[in-house]
């Protein structure tokens, strides 16, 4: 309703004004016009509306208020905004219920109609439902959506018989109007912001899990459905899998599949394309395969592709339950479409990010394995070759008639042969721990504990070196396989200690990143950090060599094949973290180890523990 | 007494080497690196008769820098390169830059170190036939090679 109208309106009721204190129209135009600015300028949506409130109690003369939004999915309408006198903790939470055939009140009413209503004299009228004791008059004015849904009611009330007329539900339409724009701004708002930290998101997670799980829990926000499932397609198999669920779904996270074509969601991927309707049963390519509701109260349902580089990758599904009323029509809009296909193309994107990250690891993984294997055939041919010669000296002693006599020969030959022997297993050693470095099973872990039962383990008894420990209280929980992690963490001890052989200092310390390291090393921003750093006093890394000492094969020792610090790189990658090494040349190496701590949830009951 | 240099970046590989062959009656030496065996193969003392060289080294194809220089310096040094068993593709290209003969290091079942003194034994003979050819050349058409000088 324009507010023209409203002034055209009130010219027909000046003759009340005066009586009831109601305000000229240039008054409430101007009030009207300032809740529009405050409605965009204003970031918290519950002060806007309580402006709105103010003004629609001021503008009819009321003598309380309150603004009820309608929650589609469970049939109520609840209270989100009061003005005048007289409401307490308890009434400001009340509640109808739409689905009743009785007791809905004025408001519920009005919602279920759409059309504004009022009575002078409630005590006789057919719909009151009394709150207060003292009401004697009530208007109600519906707040209309774009697309002509009832968003809520507007409700004043007042002690006076006759208090409202034509003139004020008029009014009060101008103010619902204003409303109704006030929650749609809020609803961009809310939308804009999930956007952007879905997008912030999608860049910096490198594991396809969270990322989908992250998708699920911020469209919940902005899509107000019931539950959400998240399929992607298996490259090989080219069936759609079941990635994340909110509902019951989830426990057929990995198994629960589509084929393409099959039911709506593969109808989806198949034709790439969204599908929108408001009763999936009555929908002709229904199956039903997987259900996130019972069979009896699914509702509305919205299906979009996923699309990454012009193919379907994957289908987004969101789902509302069959509302209780008729009066109701709970469909998704094309706004809401529109949003949907905004977080599919971005988790489109970042599903090509996370495979293609893959897909280089693979490669680099394959090259290092050509690599690795021509390397250590090498290596073992030549430590075969020296044994060969051993035995063959051995022998040689052996056949001549004085061999007794030549103890010292022989002892010198068999401690060759073991040292042979030894640098043997300790290229197998090597080759294993490069091989399994990126299996890892994760766990819960406390990474303090891990860093002392290393030391304990690794770190020589005796020794010329000064060990420092710092490690900070309270850290939170990491998830982490702990023996590839205690090999990555004594695999740098060694180093240390072998770099230092006349003595100097090793420090070791553990502390929450932050938020300025987070960013310079671009780690998830939306992701908390435990580092553990290995500080000596040695050499250090030569500036020309500093790129390449995480690369496979390279070494300045001369034990194993140049694995070491490859495999440390590997085991810390496969905990979804990242090693760099920023020592300054001649003063020391400077190793530091950022892993991700576990999501909130978990570092949240440790907390409770301790 | 011939003299041989044995050139490996593996101790452990020089080590058995250099005792077999000081056994079978020979003079060794030994370098463990292409780089630090061409500069002694390079230096006016050098006379080695056979050189003995890996062929993966600082690169995977080092044994054919030291057998060019070997060569370059000594036009009868003979040169036997050790390759890893089953790559044949350097040794292929050190025959035809003119080495004696090359050794797979790890032949199952095959005693390597007899093969490689047999390797040595032929190299000398080898060494030794080609100086007299050029002697009797030397000797018998003096005034020709003059001539054509």
């Known amino acids: 309703m324009s507010i023209q109208e409203t002034t055209n309106r009130d010219e027909n009721s000046m003759a009340l004004t005066s009586t009831t204190q109601k305000p000229n129209d240039c008054t409430f135009q101007a009030q009207l016009q300032s809740l529009i600015g405050l409605a965009i300028t204003h970031p918290e949506i519950e002060e806007v509306l309580q402006a709105i409130m103010d003004e629609a109690l001021r503008v009819v003369a009321g003598k309380r208020g309150f603004l009820a939004v309608v929650n589609y999915d469970t049939g109520e309408v609840v209270i989100k905004s009061t003005a005048g006198s007289g409401w307490t903790e308890r009434t400001k939470k009340l509640r109808l219920h739409l689905a009743q055939e009785t007791n809905r009140g004025i408001t519920g009413h009005v919602a279920l109609s759409g059309k504004p209503y009022m009575t002078g004299d409630a005590s006789n009228d057919p719909y009151f439902l009394s709150f207060f004791p003292d009401v004697k008059s009530e208007i109600a004015v519906p707040v209309i959506e774009a697309e002509g849904n009832t968003r809520g009611v507007i409700n004043i009330d007042s002690s006076e018989a006759d208090a409202f007329d034509a003139g004020d539900i008029v009014r009060l339409e101008s103010v619902a109007d204003v409303a109704a724009f006030a929650l749609i701004v809020n609803d961009f708002r809310t939308r804009e912001r999930a956007l952007i930290e879905i997008g912030n998101e999608l860049s910096s997670i490198i594991d396809l899990e969270s990322l989908v799980r992250k998708v699920v829990d911020v469209s919940a926000e902005v899509l107000r459905y019931e539950d959400c499932s998240v399929y992607l397609l298996d490259e090989q198999t080219d069936l759609l899998v079941l990635q994340a669920s909110r509902g019951p779904l989830k426990e057929s996270i990995g198994q629960a599949t589509y084929e393409l074509g099959q039911g709506i969601t593969g109808w989806v991927a198949q034709h790439g394309e969204p599908v929108r309707i408001l009763d999936v049963a009555s929908d002709p390519r229904w199956r039903g395969v997987h259900l996130e509701i019972p069979r009896e109260e699914m509702g509305a349902l919205l299906c979009v592709p996923i699309i990454s580089r012009d193919k379907v990758v994957g289908v987004i599904r969101v789902v509302r339950r069959r509302t209780q009323s008729s009066w109701f029509q709970n469909n998704f809009t094309e706004m809401d479409e529109r949003v949907l296909t905004t977080i599919a193309s971005q988790l489109g994107a970042a599903v090509e990010n996370v495979r293609g990250f893959h897909r280089l690891l693979r490669a680099e993984r394959m090259a290092a394995w050509g690599e690795l294997s021509a390397k250590s055939a090498h290596m073992i041919g030549n430590r075969t070759f020296a044994l060969k010669g051993d035995l063959n000296e051995l022998r040689y002693i052996l056949n001549q008639p004085s061999w007794t006599e030549q103890h010292d020969d022989l002892i010198s030959l068999l401690e060759s042969m073991e040292h042979g022997v030894t640098r043997l297993e300790e290229i197998l050693h090597e080759f294993r721990d490069f091989v399994v470095a990126t299996k890892v099973t994760l766990q819960d872990a406390d990474i303090n504990e891990i860093i002392q039962e290393v030391i304990a383990e690794s770190f020589p008894k005796r020794s010329e070196i000064k060990l420092i420990l710092q490690l900070a209280k309270d850290l939170p929980v990491v998830k982490c396989d702990e023996t590839r992690l205690k090999r990555a963490f004594s695999e740098l001890i060694e180093n240390s200690v072998s770099f230092q052989p006349h003595g100097g200092e090793l420090l070791i310390r553990s502390r929450l990143t932050d938020q300025s390291e987070q960013s310079r090393y671009r780690l998830a921003p939306s992701r908390q950090y435990v580092q553990v750093e290995f500080i000596d006093q040695g050499p250090g890394i030569p500036p020309d060599t500093k790129s390449r000492i995480f690369q496979p094969f390279f070494s300045s020792r001369v034990k194993g094949m140049g694995l070491g610090l490859s495999i440390v790189k590997g085991i810390v990658e496969a905990h979804h973290g990242i090693i760099i090494e920023s020592g300054e040349p001649g003063k020391g190496a400077w190793f530091s180890i950022f892993l991700p701590t576990q999501r909130n949830e978990s570092s949240a009951i440790k907390n409770g523990r301790s | 007494m011939a003299k041989i240099l044995i050139v490996d970046d593996e101790l452990e590989v020089r080590t058995a080497l250099k005792r077999r062959l000081i056994r079978e009656g020979y003079a060794v030496e030994v370098a463990d690196s292409a780089e630090s065996s061409v500069k002694l193969l390079e230096s006016e003392e050098a006379a080695f008769d056979v050189v003995i060289t890996d062929m993966s080294m600082e690169e ?44 797979e290091k790890n032949i199952p079942g095959v005693d390597t170190y007899d093969l490689i003194v047999m390797k040595v034994e032929k190299a000398l003979e080898r060494r030794r036939s080609s100086i007299n050819i050029v002697r009797r050349l030397e000797d018998i058409r003096p005034s020709k090679l003059k001539s054509g000088a």
């Open chain 2, 60 to 103: 995977p194809d080092s044994g054919l820098r030291v057998l060019k220089a070997a060569i370059g310096h000594d036009i009868f040094c003979e040169v036997v390169v050790l390759t890893a068993y089953g790559n044949v593709t350097n040794a292929v290209q050190s025959m035809q830059l003119g080495a004696f003969d090359y050794v």
